[in-house]
T-cell receptor
Framework: GDSVTQMEGPVTLSEEAFLTINCTYT??????LFWYVQYPGEGLQLLLK?????DKGSNKGFEATYRKETTSFHLEKGSVQVSDSAVYFC??????????FGQGTTLQVKP | DAGVIQSPRHEVTEMGQEVTLRCKPI?????LFWYRQTMMRGLELLIY????????DSGMPEDRFSAKMPNASFSTLKIQPSEPRDSAVYFC????????????FGEGSWLTVV
């Protein structure tokens, strides 16, 4: 069945460091891919998305490119801030409409 | 625009009691999802509806859990009887049709069963 695998956390970085959170997926067909972010005590918010191969989603300095050949959707940011500390979830949505999440990666950014 | 609205935000109940969680999806959305989040198991899809019809309930843990969507603007998730292991955050989410449509989440119902 469809699935999403993320790198294990927590990821701890200093402010202004470069961030990569790896995400790979397994799916039949051509899913859409998403990154959601969850700040402490809050619900999930959409961060960015890509709906077809080679699309790049971007928002708030974060980027991810839909790579069909490597079945990946890695999240990157050039310079993280303390306020980026949160849990990041990679997810795929297949034609059935189901949204399937990875296990989440906790990011801690230290000043 | 109003987002997905869930109630209650927080509930503490005793083991054996019935718990009802409520959700109002975004107007015009025809898919609704119930997720459960715990530290141990992460985010699990419990059930989802399309046009008020349950499409996939394979994630519902057991018969103590039931979900309904009597109309396009309201859904409930009921646990009867509740157990301490049901303690979790329950999220409701909604979206339009199609794989490219974003799923929007409510703020969650934080359930503690003691």
């Amino acid at each position: 069945g469809d699935s999403v695998t993320q790198m294990e956390g927590p990821v701890t970085l200093s402010e202004e460091a470069f961030l990569t959170i790896n995400c790979t997926y397994t799916a039949t067909g051509y899913p859409s891919l998403f990154w959601y972010v969850q700040y402490p005590g809050e619900g999930l918010q959409l961060l960015l998305k890509a709906t077809k191969a080679d699309d790049k989603g971007s928002n708030k300095g974060f980027e991810a490119t839909y790579r069909k050949e490597t079945t990946s959707f890695h999240l990157e940011k050039g310079s993280v801030q303390v306020s980026d500390s949160a849990v990041y979830f990679c997810a795929l949505k297949a034609g059935t409409g189901k949204l399937i999440f990875g296990q989440g990666t906790t990011l801690q950014v230290k000043p | 625009d109003a987002g997905v609205i869930q109630s209650p935000r927080h509930e503490v109940t005793e083991m054996g009691q019935e718990v009802t969680l409520r959700c109002k999806p975004i107007s015009g959305h025809n898919s609704l999802f119930w997720y459960r989040q715990t530290m141990m198991r992460g985010l699990e899809l419990l059930i989802y509806f399309n046009n008020n019809v349950p499409i996939d309930d394979s994630g519902m843990p057991e018969d103590r859990f039931s979900a309904k969507m009597p109309n396009a603007s309201f859904s409930t998730l009921k646990i009867q009887p509740s157990e301490p292991r049901d303690s979790a955050v329950y999220f409701c989410a909604s979206s339009g049709d199609g794989s490219g449509n974003t799923i929007y989440f409510g703020e969650g119902s934080w359930l503690t069963v003691v």
